[in-house]
């Protein structure tokens, strides 16, 4: 697949994408080349196989997409919210046909794609990194983390990892580092890597809280589109009323869809809710 896209390959970068050693990507070479395809001597240009292959046509149109379907798959897919279980599906079986994390460079944004490829590789190779530049949106600061990190969130959005610092397996927002640093280290603390729970509103943390709300129709449909994994918890009393119950992680999430839609929301549990939207707003009426 990767030959076959019109792409002249560096040897290393080949070996690097696969993690091949030297005499088993020339075995590789080989069986292509002795099966039919056309590899020409990759000079100062590197590797690639040429398009009068025989099979070529056959191997281009199943194997890969050329650069318009991509195109067209690429927008198709972030059109889809980033938590709709279609969307999960779709990527789960492209992950599958292809077994390969370069599926990730269809389904995020180009410039996390660096990203995603070394944290994959980590992932694979059971190694440390260091998220340097992390953005944190508690302490509005960016500082380096240093984690081992083991798994991914839906659609590549966040990094489960284990803080070192902390002591804690956290979730990390991919969008929020500035790059990775692969270290020649291996993991110490497998045996602590787990993912927590997280909630609808796509935040997690160690608690549980119970929410229940009352929803106008608009507000309802609104939820759903933009914490599709709300649905689940949604529930209808009639009149164009409808009640969301679910655990959430933090009053933050929620707040935030409660405070642009006040007029059509609720709160009937917790109290301690209720508190925090006081506070947020009487916060923010002051600095007016």
């Known amino acids: 697949m990767l030959l076959s896209n019109g792409i002249r390959y560096p040897k290393e970068e080949i070996m690097d994408r696969f993690d091949l050693p030297a005499r088993s990507f020339d075995r590789y070479i080989k069986t292509l080349r002795d099966a039919g395809f056309i590899i020409p001597p990759p000079g100062n240009r590197g590797y690639r196989i040429d398009k009068e292959s025989p099979y070529f046509k056959d191997l281009s149109e199943l194997l890969h997409f050329s650069r318009e379907e991509a195109h067209i798959l690429y927008s198709a897919i972030h059109s889809i919210n980033n938590e709709n279980l279609l969307k ?33 590789k980590a992932i694979k190779s059971g190694s440390k990194v260091i998220l340097h530049g992390y953005s944190s949106a508690n302490s509005n600061k960016q500082n380096d983390r240093l984690v081992e990190p083991f798994s991914f969130t839906t659609n590549y959005l966040s990094t489960w990892a284990y803080d070192i610092d902390a002591g804690c397996c956290k979730t ?38 119970p929410v229940k709300l009352k929803l106008t129709l608009r507000g309802c449909e609104l939820l759903k589109e933009e914490y599709p994994l709300a649905e ?18 933090s009053f933050e999430g929620v707040g935030r869809f409660i405070l642009g ?7 009937l549990e917790p109290p301690e809710l209720k508190d925090f939207i006081k506070k947020r707003m009487k916060k923010f009426l002051d600095r007016q």
């Open 88 to 120: 999960q599906n779709l990527i789960r079986k492209l992950y599958s046909l292809y077994q390969s994390d370069n599926i990730a460079r269809t389904i995020v944004r180009q410039q996390q794609s660096t990203i995603i490829h070394d944290l994959t």
């Open 172 to 209: 990390f927002k991919n969008t929020r580092i500035s790059s990775v640093q692969i270290l020649n280290e291996s993991w110490e603390f497998e045996g602590l890597h787990k993912e927590g729970f997280m909630d609808v509103f796509r935040i997690s943390t160690d608690r549980k809280i």
């Open 232 to 249: 689940n918890h949604i529930s209808t009393t009639g009149n164009n009323l409808f009640i969301f119950e679910a655990p959430i992680c």
């Open 261 to 267: 839609l006040c007029h059509e929301v609720e709160i």
